[in-house]
Nanobody, 127 residues
Framework: QVRLVDSGGGSVQAGGSLRLSCVAS????????MGWFRQAPGKAREGVAI???????SYADSVKGRFTISRDNAKNTLYLQMSSLKREDTAMYYC?????????????????????WGQGTQVTVSR
């Protein structure tokens, strides 16, 4: 059983920054595929950024150059540093994890069938 707790959301003006955190507890392992997703009202959930235990990262085109995903393995914490925020970044943000990811030829992407999700943290960007 894995528990993910998201935090760090809030209200910010366009151009500002926020850092989201996701603390994992329970049956975590050193090999993982983790990511941040978001969902705005009336829209489908979309993948924002992905990181795996082999050092791979990837980003949605809409956030490249503005968002950075990272993980502190010692603290079992996933981060999403968001800068130059835009109004269209407004959404509920969720972290997701799979600590059973096999690695190797199995790509860690936003399409990975994540089984563990955080409760979400709201990000609101105003003009």
């Amino acid at each position: 059983q894995v528990r993910l707790v998201d935090s760090g959301g809030g209200s910010v003006q366009a151009g500002g920054s926020l850092r989201l955190s996701c603390v994992a507890s329970g049956y975590t392992r050193s090999r993982y595929c983790m990511g941040w997703f978001r969902q705005a009202p009336g829209k489908a959930r979309e993948g924002v950024a992905i990181i795996d235990s082999e050092g791979g990262t990837s980003y949605a085109d809409s956030v490249k150059g503005r968002f950075t995903i990272s993980r502190d393995n010692a603290k079992n914490t996933l981060y999403l540093q968001m800068s130059s925020l835009k109004r269209e970044d407004t959404a509920m943000y969720y972290c997701a994890a799979d600590f059973g990811w096999p690695g190797g030829s199995w790509s860690c992407t936003t399409s990975w069938p994540f089984g563990d999700w955080g409760q979400g943290t709201q990000v609101t960007v105003s003009r």
